[in-house]
């Protein structure tokens, strides 16, 4: 009771807009090095959102009213535009549709929550996003991983929007930047990975 007290304590005197819903400003930032790993290979980017909620969690401990949010379409417009663009520094040819002589990249949005523990005087604040990657040449899906990005804090009043979006997408371009440097996934998009099987298994013979 007395560190609920407390956190309530700190939490009125930081700021009125504490209490408010907030939506997500979703700007994840790609870095990865230009290259050409991708050969110019085509590839489909698909975004799906498997969240169960638009909620990814609250400003403050036990606030009412106060939920982060961000909607599907926001979501997978900010990971598909950010894929898209990093695909194309790493050799890629991003298409707009399925196509016979192009890979899909199919990334599944698993997770994107803020969550917020109340301390004694501080809270601690855990950002996770999960990306799933998934590979699909044809009707196979020959690879596929998940990838997470994290933000991590330990925070002594409730934050304004501006610090949140910064945290969320943090946690969501570290997630997205994973995907990007997965080179197993690089090279299955390009179809390299089966040249590279094959050109090992002749040799060992």
């Known amino acids: 009771m007395i560190r609920w ?24 930032q790609v870095s990865v090095p230009s290259a050409n790993l991708g050969g110019g290979s085509s ?19 036990g606030a009412v009213g106060a939920e982060i949010s961000a909607s599907s379409a926001d979501v997978v ?62 009707k196979d899906r020959s690879y596929e991983q998940l990838h997470r990005g994290h933000y991590e804090d330990s925070l002594q009043v409730v ?10 997408n943090s946690a969501l371009s570290s997630a997205i930047n994973e995907v990007l440097r997965d080179r197993q996934l690089l090279d299955c998009l390009a179809g390299t990975d ?5 050109a090992a298994s002749a040799a060992s013979h």
Not at 194 to 198: F, K, P, Q, R, V
Request: one cysteine or more.
């Open 194 to 198: 089966h040249a590279a099987s094959a």
């Open 159 to 168: 934050q304004g929007a501006d610090n949140n979006n910064e945290y969320i």
């Open 77 to 138: 417009g900010a990971v598909d535009q950010s894929l898209t663009t990093g695909l194309r520094s790493l050799g890629f040819t991003p298409v707009p549709a399925a196509a016979a002589d192009a890979s899909e990249l199919k990334v599944e949005v698993r997770a994107l929550q803020y969550k917020l523990t109340m301390g004694f005087w501080a809270g601690a604040l855990d950002v996770d996003a999960a990306l799933k990657a998934i590979c699909i040449r044809g």
């Open 5 to 28: 007290v407390a956190w309530m304590l700190v939490a009125i005197t930081s700021s009125s807009c504490a209490w408010t819903a907030q939506k997500a400003q979703l700007r994840p």
């Open 43 to 61: 590839v489909y980017v698909h975004t799906v959102d498997e969240r169960t909620s638009d909620v990814l969690g609250n400003r403050g401990a």
